[in-house]
Every structure is written in structure tokens, then in C-alpha cells.
């Protein structure tokens, strides 16, 4: 098993940047995908990014396309989600996640989950 840890959230005006850490704790992050998925009030969680377990291979939602850059540093058992560009509308509760299901998009792919971090953006 894996404990996550999410860090880094907050208010910020919309043209600026946050950058979410996700530790994790347990098995190392090597073992499994890492995602960041997001869910505003009465929406969906949904997918942002992704990153395979080597960190090799990155996958973004298109509305994240650009501004959001995920990274791992596996010495530290750790995964960022450096967020650039922000808008009003990527307000929502961050989450991080791993697993190794199909496809990478689908938060029925992944096992374990954060508690969440708010990232608020103004405008």
C-alpha cells in the first residue's frame, strides 16, 4: 500500500502559479502511475495529468494542455503538478493518485488517493 499526502494549495490570482506536491509514503512511487485529478462543487472529479512509473510519459486533460506540467522526483518519493496560467474555472479540490489500471484517465484506474488540497483562483 501507498499513503499520499497532498501539499501546496491556495488562493491565487487568475495569471498566476501554484505548485502542488504529492508524497508519498509506504511503497515507493516507482511501483505505480501517478495521476492528478481535480473536482470543483457539483462536478465530477476529473482527470488532469498523469505521469507513467519510469516518468517517461506525461498525459494531460486538453483544458490543462500548456499550463500544467507534471513531475515525479522518485529519490524522493514525490509528485508536482506545477500549475501556470491559472483561470477562475481550475478552482477545485486537487487530488493525487496511483495505480496501474487502464486507461490513465479514469479514476476507477487508480487504487489510492489523497485527501485533497483547495486550489482557489480569483479573477
Known amino acids: 500500500q501507498v499513503q499520499l499526502v497532498e501539499s501546496g494549495g491556495g488562493l491565487v490570482q487568475a495569471g498566476g502559479s501554484l505548485r502542488l506536491s504529492c508524497a508519498a509514503t509506504?511503497?515507493?512511487?516507482?511501483?505505480?502511475?501517478m495521476g492528478w485529478f481535480r473536482q470543483a462543487p457539483g462536478k465530477e472529479r476529473e482527470f488532469v495529468a498523469a505521469?507513467?512509473?519510469?516518468?517517461?510519459?506525461?498525459y494531460y486533460a486538453d483544458s490543462v494542455k500548456g499550463r500544467f506540467t507534471i513531475s515525479r522526483d522518485n529519490g524522493k518519493n514525490t509528485v508536482y503538478l506545477q500549475m501556470n496560467s491559472l483561470k477562475p474555472e481550475d478552482t477545485a479540490v486537487y487530488y493525487c493518485?496511483?495505480?496501474?489500471?487502464?486507461?490513465?484517465?479514469?479514476?476507477?484506474?487508480?487504487?489510492?488517493w489523497g485527501q485533497g488540497t483547495q486550489v482557489t483562483v480569483s479573477s
Open positions: 509506504g511503497r515507493t512511487v516507482t511501483t505505480y502511475r
Open positions: 493518485a496511483a495505480g496501474n489500471s487502464s486507461p490513465y484517465s479514469s479514476p476507477n484506474s487508480y487504487d489510492y
Open positions: 505521469t507513467s512509473r519510469s516518468g517517461g510519459f506525461t
